[in-house]
C-alpha cells in the first residue's frame, strides 16, 4: 500500500487520509523522529509501534483509539504525545513508562479515571486533560 524511504531525522505525516489502521511498512521505519497520524479513522495502535525508538512526537490525535498498546513503553525518547478527541476511559497506564515524556496532551475523550502512574513521570511539563 504504502513504500515509505527513511533517513536520519525524518518525520511523517499522514493526517487526514482516513486511515482504517497504521500501514505495517511503519514499523521498519526505525530512524522516523516525528510520526502524525491525526485525523484518521485508526481504531488499534500496533505492537510494532515499538520498534520506532527514535521517536520524540507521536501525534494521533482525531481517531478512534480506546487503548495504547504496552510496546509503546519502548518509545523512551519520546518527549510529546498527543492523544486529543479519542476514545480513551483511562489513562493508559504504559504512560508512566516514558520517563522523557515532556507533553502529554488527552483532551476531548472520556477520561473518568487518570492513573497514578502520573506522579512517576517526572519530566512531565504539560499534561492536557481539558475535556474529559
Known sequence: MF???????????LEQYK???????????????HLSLNENMISAIPSFIGNLTNLTKLWLASN?????????AN???L?????????????PPVLG????LELLSIRDN?????SETIGT????????????
Do not use: W
Not at 480506546?66 to 510496546?71: D, I, K, M, R, S
Open 97 to 100: 513508562k516514558l520517563s522523557n
Open 19 to 33: 486511515l482504517l489502521f497504521v500501514p505495517p511498512e511503519l514499523g521498519g521505519l526505525v530512524y522516523l523522529e
Open 64 to 72: 478512534q483509539l480506546n487503548a495504547l498498546p504496552g510496546e509503546v
Open 79 to 91: 518527549k510529546e504525545l498527543v492523544l486529543d478527541k479519542n476514545l480513551l476511559t483511562i489513562m
Open 110 to 114: 472520556k477520561i473518568y479515571s487518570v
Open 3 to 13: 513504500r515509505f524511504l527513511c533517513t536520519v531525522g525524518v518525520q511523517l505525516s
Open 75 to 77: 518509545l523512551q525518547k
Open 121 to 132: 513521570m517526572h519530566g512531565l511539563r504539560s499534561a492536557r486533560f481539558e475535556g474529559n
